[in-house]
Each structure stands twice: as C-alpha cells, then as structure tokens.
C-alpha cells in the first residue's frame, strides 16, 4: 500500500509548474487540444500571450521531426485563462500510454477544469457527412488499453459531460451526438472491420481522444470531445482513405470548426 502519487501525475505537475512559471499565470481554467482539421481555426482565439514547445516542459516526449514537435499555447480570454494544445501523442507512435495522456494530465494539474479534446475521424453513421463536427456522446475502446493503473475503477457512466453537451447544443441546435470508437491504427479499418465497428455501436472512429477522455474523468475534469468527421470510413465510399482528404475536408470546414470554437469558449 501506498498513498504516494505515481511517476506520470508528478511529471505532469512539474510540467504544469513550469507551465505557471512561465506564464506567469497562476492557473489555466480550460485547456484544448485541437486535433487534425481544427489548428487553423484556433486564430479566433486572437494572439496567445506565451507560445511554449512541448519538448521544454517536463514529460513531453520529443519529436523526431525537427521543428515538427508540438506547441502549447497560453491565451487571456475575458479575464479566463486556456491553454491550447497544438499537437498530441497517439498510441500508435508506440511511447505508450502515459505518454499519450501526459499532455492532458499536464492540463488538469495546471488548473483546466474544463477539458475540450477534438479530433478527425472516420464517420460509419450514413447520416453524417464529410466536414461535420459531431458532439461525442460515448466511446468504446477497441484498443483495451486504459491510462489508469492499479486497483482504481473509474465510473465512466458520464465521461462526455451531458451538462456541457446541452450548452454547446443550445448554441448550435444542429450539433449531431455520437460514439467514437478508438481504434490502435496507424493502419485505417477494413471495409470490415468497419462493418464490425458499426455493428458494435459506433458513428464514429478514429485513433485519439479516448485515453485522454478517461484521465481527465478519472482527475475530476469535466470533458468535452468532438470529432470532425473528415472521411467515411474505410467501405462506405468509392474513394481509398488518404491523409490529404483529411486535411482537405479539415480547411473546407474551417468556418464551421471556427464558430464551434467560439462557442466553446462560452462554455462554463
Ligand atoms: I481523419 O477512417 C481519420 N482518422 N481509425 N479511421 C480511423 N482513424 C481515422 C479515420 C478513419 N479517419
């Protein structure tokens, strides 16, 4: 037994200190980490106050591209300190678990009581179409790997915060609701596999967002997820899956990820 607080959550704290050090601000109350497709909208935040590469702060795992590693950014928004994550860990680069939601925890121990985590993803509901964002209602792991150890069960009857879904829906009545299914990747789904995913419960899939959902549940953080639906998943269209239609549909949608933003900054 043991009340000692493991490795990852000292490493995020110290990552979140120097997050303070070098802000100067004592917390952040919301953090967002903007996914394939939405980085370009983030200029409705305006200028952030401090730009901080991820590979300065405790924890984060360096890139192996130069120049290509992740950025954090801090902005003052009508008094309300965010932070902006440009850039994440996925499972499939192999770092593991911790590494993937280090980002997250980072943000939860620098104060964000709110967590936002975005992403593009594949859609499997025929009622969705390419350059939609949808609202994430649920999820189901397919990759049976969970960021938190040892002998904690975590309810995750509500890790998508309903309170916070129904402020965004008010906003934008049109806001569709899904499940996400995270699949390992780096490969995309078989035309099968997706007809298996589909049959399981899901509208959506992808290769993020899940492991970070559940730390920051599982930290006392409120979540909100949203997928932009970026390709119909593999089977469901004539076209092959290719990175380019991704980022294709991402800068098509711009306007729509933008206003989202700004609602999501009026969430309380
Ligand atoms: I963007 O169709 C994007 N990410 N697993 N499947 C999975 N991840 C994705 C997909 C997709 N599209």
Redesign the pocket.
């Known amino acids: 037994m043991s009340d000692q607080i493991s490795q990852p959550l000292v490493a995020a704290q110290s990552a979140a200190k120097e997050i303070a050090e070098i802000t100067g601000k004592a917390s952040h109350e919301m953090s967002f980490t903007l996914g394939?497709?939405w980085s370009d909208a983030a200029s409705i935040f305006g200028e952030p106050t401090h730009k901080i590469e991820m590979s300065k702060l405790t924890g984060f795992a360096t890139s192996t591209v130069a120049g290509h590693g992740g950025h954090i950014s801090s902005y003052t928004i009508n008094n309300k300190n965010i932070l902006i994550f440009f850039g994440r860990t996925h499972l499939y680069e192999g770092k593991g678990i911790d590494a993937v939601v280090h980002g997250t925890r980072t943000a939860v121990s620098a104060g964000a009581k709110i967590v936002v985590l975005t992403?593009?993803?594949?859609g499997i509901n025929p009622n969705y179409s390419v350059g939609q964002p949808v609202l994430i209602r649920d999820h189901i792991s397919l990759t049976g790997i969970s960021p938190i150890k040892g002998a904690n069960f975590v309810d995750l009857t509500d890790v998508y915060s309903a309170r916070l879904r129904a402020q965004l829906k008010s906003y934008d009545p049109t806001l569709a609701e899904g499940v996400y299914a995270h699949?390992p990747?780096p490969t995309?789904?078989t035309p099968a596999e997706i007809r298996m995913i589909g049959i399981l419960g899901a509208d959506l899939?992808?290769?993020s967002t899940v492991p970070e959902a559940i730390a920051a549940h599982a930290m006392g953080a409120e979540v909100i997820g949203i997928s932009l639906v970026?390709?119909p998943?593999?089977g469901l269209s004539k076209n092959k899956?290719s990175?380019e239609e991704?980022i294709a549909a991402g800068k098509a949608s711009a306007e729509k990820v933008g206003k989202l933003l700004e609602n999501l900054l009026k969430v309380s």
């Open positions: 394939s497709g992403n593009a993803c594949g699949w990747g995309y789904e899939v992808g290769m970026t390709n998943a593999a899956l990175h991704v």
